[in-house]
């Protein structure tokens, strides 16, 4: 089964209400993470789900600790397929993600950020909340003294984080 395939088989039972938990790998016989969904479908669950699922799924392994909803709007527009991904931007965008596919210098005061495809985000804000995260070519460089969520990137991507030196 190639990875294409096995997504499509973990999107048939994960989009269901009530079958994906993202806070763990297996929470029943119907309820898994991504990963677990993998593992389970997969058939080999003697292995390390997080380990097993970089294996099977590795254009997913970016989202194995994400929010239930982000990881369902994945699954559910099929953006482990290049042209599927607008639809995702459009889809987390309607969940509060800020999704950026170009350079932009944005005044940021929380929520989630995302930064895509070859894009340079510069972020400036004395305070920020949410995940910051970097896919692809892209960089984001953030100018803040306290952040409240994860710095994250994937791929050749880069997060920056850059403290302003104490007055």
């Known amino acids: ?24 790998w297996h929470t029943c016989e119907t309820t898994h993470c991504l990963a677990g969904w ?7 669950m003697k292995k390390d789900a997080e380990e097993e699922g970089r294996r099977l799924i590795p254009s997913a392994a970016f989202l194995f600790f994400d929010k239930d909803n982000l990881v369902r709007a994945w699954l559910e527009t099929r ?19 800020r999704v ?9 005061t929380g929520g989630d950020l995302w930064s895509y495809d070859n894009s340079t985000v510069n972020v400036n804000s004395s305070q920020t ?17 306290q952040t409240g969520g994860d710095l994250r990137s994937y791929g050749n991507s880069t ?9």
């Open 129 to 145: 909340g949410g995940d910051l995260r970097s896919y692809g070519n892209s960089t984001v460089n953030v100018n803040s003294s």
């Open 159 to 167: 997060v920056n984080h850059l403290e302003a030196a104490p007055k």
């Open 1 to 24: 089964m190639t990875e294409h395939e096995l997504l499509e088989e973990i999107r048939t039972h994960a989009i269901v209400p009530g079958c994906l938990d993202m806070s763990t």
């Open 38 to 44: 993998a593992q389970v479908i997969a058939g080999d």
């Open 79 to 97: 953006a482990w397929l290049p042209e599927n991904r607008p639809t995702f931007h459009e889809a987390i965008r309607k969940l509060g993600v």
């Open 100 to 108: 950026v596919t170009g350079d932009e210098v944005y005044d940021w």
